[in-house]
T-cell receptor, first 110, second 115 residues
Framework: DQQVKQNSPSLSVQEGRISILNCDYTNSMFDYFLWYKKYPAEGPTFLISISSIKDKNEDGRFTVFLNKSAKHLSLHIVPSQPGDSAVYFC?????????FGTGTSLTVIP | GAGVSQSPRYKVAKRGQDVALRCDPISGHVSLFWYQQALGQGPEFLTYFQNEAQLDKSGLPSDRFFAERPEGSVSTLKIQRTQQEDSAVYLCASLIGAGASETQYFGPGTRLLVL
């Protein structure tokens, strides 16, 4: 049973526009959420995280929003750049257990 | 090196062969995780170490899978009598502390193909 879901397998965005990647989870015990970026033939690279006590965390062009009541988080990338083209995984943790979504492939069109 | 390293990067095995996959975590990182990532899927948890202690192996798919971290640093994931369904990318991740609200850092993975 998938506890973390990314329902959009792919997303295409024009360079300079906003990219919004979504993630839903089912376990209310999750207290830490992360986004990873993955290029082909490489391991996932940590991008940004958020604790369950917050609803927003920002790092440069990347902002993660957490809506605990909806069990939903999203990653906003503004402005999107061609180098952002990759697969993005969201992950959630409770203690030492980490659960990953199936990923969203983002393509930023120049 | 500064990051997590894994070897080999690619491994082709004949069905029934035993394989050993190595992970060198970031120096000083207490926790180490192994994941299996099938094509088109996210990483799925296999097992977790805190120092040399294997605290959780609930994700290992069968008793053909075995992991160890005898000195609390390098870890080896061993798969005995490989099957075609074992073909996947095996990812190792480490984090600095005991895990709660911390960030995992991943290695590049070992891509295993069982023929």
């Amino acid at each position: 049973d998938q506890q973390v879901k990314q329902n959009s397998p792919s997303l295409s965005v024009q360079e300079g526009r906003i990219s919004i990647l979504n993630c839903d989870y089912t376990n209310s015990m999750f207290d830490y959420f992360l986004w990873y970026k993955k290029y082909p033939a490489e391991g996932p690279t940590f991008l940004i995280s958020i604790s369950s006590i917050k609803d927003k965390n920002e790092d440069g062009r990347f902002t993660v929003f957490l809506n605990k009541s909806a069990k939903h988080l999203s990653l906003h990338i503004v402005p999107s750049q061609p180098g952002d083209s990759a697969v993005y995984f969201c992950a959630a943790s409770a203690g030492n257990q980490f659960y990953f979504g199936t990923g969203t492939s983002l393509t930023v069109i120049p | 090196g500064a990051g997590v390293s894994q070897s080999p990067r690619y491994k082709v095995a004949k069905r029934g062969q035993d394989v050993a996959l190595r992970c060198d975590p970031i120096s000083g990182h207490v926790s180490l995780f192994w994941y299996q990532q099938a094509l088109g899927q996210g990483p799925e948890f296999l097992t977790y170490f805190q120092n040399e202690a294997q605290l959780d192996k609930s994700g290992l798919p069968s008793d053909r899978f075995f992991a160890e971290r005898p000195e609390g640093s390098v870890s080896t994931l061993k798969i005995q009598r490989t099957q075609q369904e074992d073909s996947a990318v095996y990812l190792c991740a480490s984090l600095i502390g005991a895990g709660a609200s911390e960030t995992q850092y991943f290695g590049p993975g070992t891509r295993l193909l069982v023929l």
